[in-house]
């Protein structure tokens, strides 16, 4: 076995692949392909397509889900997994209403938008890192309750009446058709590029979601950590929430209902293994892109959503049984 | 009295390679009906392994298998049940929420017509089974309420309803009280008189020469000896097992002791191991000799905070310290190599540099950022030491041989530069040449004044690494004795308690 590796550690490369290698091997780039494809595809199907104020309306297709996305890649990374998001958008812009109607001005419901997300997170973290539930449980539980909570708050009745500053966050330009969530949405792509690939607390997420035993043993604080992301994941539902009420204007308690699935595929179309363990911001990044201009071109050419949906989850099957497919084909000849 | 015919179970040439370690060179081993063979050999000594090949799990690279004289290839459990072999392993391999009966006729339950269970002929034939071997069990009680004496009963129960030949007890007794043991040497005397042939894995003398008609000694994968047991003695069969030339081996000791770094006091844990208290010198390598079993992982476990000790306190340099996490031990300059490195040790799908930059994070980051290049600076350094044999840098642990693993994993923990280093079975499964690489950097760490703590089964190993050696028996500590003092058969005589027993 030991032939197989030559080389003494003196003389060991750092790498064995070139930055050109790993990339053109990297799901990333095949992503990339598909984006590149589905773009050439709309602009065939569509003469409305490359127009670009309808490009930057196509944006808030992905842009507020894709910001929850990049927080749910790194709780699924560290093996653990978010499915109460879309109900913590729902109980934060409820309370974000509420708060309307007391007299609250844009930056108090900033703040309370924040603090609720962070504390609903917190409950999650709570829950999974220190008590030691299963996530998948827990936040199933937490999806019925926090929009539970949204629904006795409101009933069938909505909230509006949001200050005009407000609306700059869902609704406001910074140049030309550069709309202020897409800004949002690259600003937050690139922390969490840094905050994955860059310190040591990603770091320590990939290690705790390949082998969170052999983390414990390295000195990882695993508890700290998952329940650290819990409270980003809460934090970042938070600020999707501020966008998209914004957005609309008005908060019922069905806001964002179903969007974890959407999430999660986004998050798993993107390279992210639901196991735990690997991926990157990057694919995270194409795959919002991606989705975003299928949903997009899809509704050029007036296909009903129910639609949209199937081909969103063929998609989904398709790009995980791929790489399964091919490992698998490629042992059996090794055979 | 023993009957003189031919064997029911011969394994003939058997050679089994794993990379780079042969388990099992050229083994033979013969079972007779009604005769208890007991195998005896130290930990890695390749006991499992023939297991493992009996019972279908592993296929022997070389070597012929015979079940009353018909040659069989056992590639699957399944074809080992077909021929007749069962084996009793020391955590009973049943399914806890199935029943007594359904998990004695799992694979070969007795149907209707239609095709259904015979739920009623299930029960009885199960009632009838327990009643033949002296259990008293409902066959309707779900396993996981029984105790491990009648889950190994149950065992038997299944054993004996496929009509085995060939019965397998790969340390039975290690969990049992005297009482049950008692209870499962009668259980032993039946299955002999229903002609069954045996063969029992065990490491106590005291029950192999209670319940034993023969013998067979492994040695690093090798038959050292065979024959009746009213031939031989334990004194005879402990040189068998451990007769090997420590001397030369291993790097002798040149440096001097440093001051006192580590002192433990009355350890203690509600179940796994009681009062353990020791000390420990810079430059010193202090030796943990047991059986399996024996509670020195799990007191390790304690010292580096991976769990609490229910009693006892430690200090590190004077100073009393309560470690609460591993990352605790860490920051006093405590650190574990733990024996399981797939589970414990490395994170096998990250990269050589991931997994040894992973516990020194603090240190080549720069305000929670990773500089890549201070990681792989300290991986090299570290690997070089270590003369790893390794594509690259960024090649994942995974793809390693055991032993550049090993190497890995240690390099990891130095980097962190600890005072005191824990190595559990450090070469537990390595190849020959990274056994001698990781003994000479042992040595070579505690000549720098790095106090070392290495667990190990092995007696070469204990013996001629170890400046001074604990001995633990049942979670207690039995014995401590100097390198000058020791002999490998003191050694063995303590760790299984052979002193209590009249040994014949």
Known sequence: ?335 | MPVELSPVLSMQGIVKDFPGVRALSSVSLELYAGEVTALVGENGAGKSTVVKVLTGIYQPDQGAITVTGVARQLTTPKDAARAGITAIHQETVLFDDLSVAENIFIGHAPVTRLGLVNWQKMNDDAAALLERIGASVNPKALLKDLGIANKHLVAIARALSIDARVVIMDEPTAALSQKEIEELYLLVEQLKSDGKAILFISHKFDEIFRIADRYTVFRDGELIGDGLINDTNSADLIQMMVGRTVEGVFPPRTNDLGNLILQVNNYSHPTEFEDISFSLNRGEILGFYGLVGAGRSECMHALFGITRPSAGHMSIDGELVSLKSPADAIAHGLVYVPEDRGKQGAITALSIVDNIALPSLQNTSHKGFVRMAHEFALARKFTQRLELKAAALDQPVGELSGGNQQKVVIAKWLATQPAIIILDEPTKGIDIGSKAAVHAFMRELASQGLAVIMVSSEIPEIIGMSDRIIVMREGRQVAEVGRDDVTPEALVKAAAGIEEASVA
């Open chain 1, 1 to 335: 076995m030991n032939s197989q590796y030559p080389n003494n550690a003196s003389e060991m490369p750092d790498r064995l692949h070139g930055p050109l290698a790993r990339m053109l091997a990297s799901w990333e780039f095949l992503l990339i392909i598909v984006a590149v494809l589905i773009f050439f595809f709309n602009t065939q199907a569509s003469p409305y397509f490359l127009d670009a104020w309808n490009l930057s309306d196509a944006t808030f297709n992905f842009t507020e889900k894709a910001m929850i996305a990049f927080a749910m890649a790194l709780v699924i990374i560290s093996g653990e997994i978010d499915l109460s998001v879309a109900s913590i958008v729902a109980l934060v812009s409820t309370s974000m209403g509420f708060a309307v109607q007391l007299g609250f001005d844009t930056p108090s419901l900033i703040l309370i938008a924040i603090a609720v997300g962070a504390a609903c997170g917190a409950f999650n973290g709570f829950l999974v890192a220190t008590m030691g539930l299963p996530s998948i449980v827990v936040t199933i539980g937490t999806l019925s309750l926090f929009r539970g909570i949204a629904y006795i708050v409101l009933g069938d009745k909505a909230y509006s009446g949001y200050p005009d500053s407000f609306a700059f966050f869902g609704q406001g330009y910074v140049w030309w058709v550069i709309t202020f969530e897409m800004v949002l949405f690259m600003i937050i792509a690139a922390i969490f590029y840094v905050l994955l690939h860059r310190t040591s607390f990603g770091r320590s997420v990939k290690a705790i979601g390949n082998n969170p035993t052999a983390a414990l043993f390295a000195g990882i604080r695993v508890p700290r950590v998952k329940f650290m992301l819990f409270v980003l994941s809460g934090i970042m539902s938070a600020i999707a929430a501020i966008c998209l009420t914004s957005r609309l204007g008005s908060t019922r308690p069905s806001i964002a209902v179903g969007w974890e699935l959407e999430i999660v595929t986004m998050v798993v179309l993107g390279g992210i293994n639901i196991l735990g363990g690997s991926g990157t911001i990057l694919g995270v990044f194409i795959a919002a892109i991606v989705m975003g201009m299928v949903t997009f071109g899809l509704g050029l050419l007036n296909v009903p959503g129910i639609v949209m949906s199937i081909f969103t989850g063929l998609l989904l099957i398709t790009v995980i049984a791929l790489p399964i497919v091919i490992r698998r084909a490629r042992q059996r000849v090794a055979n």
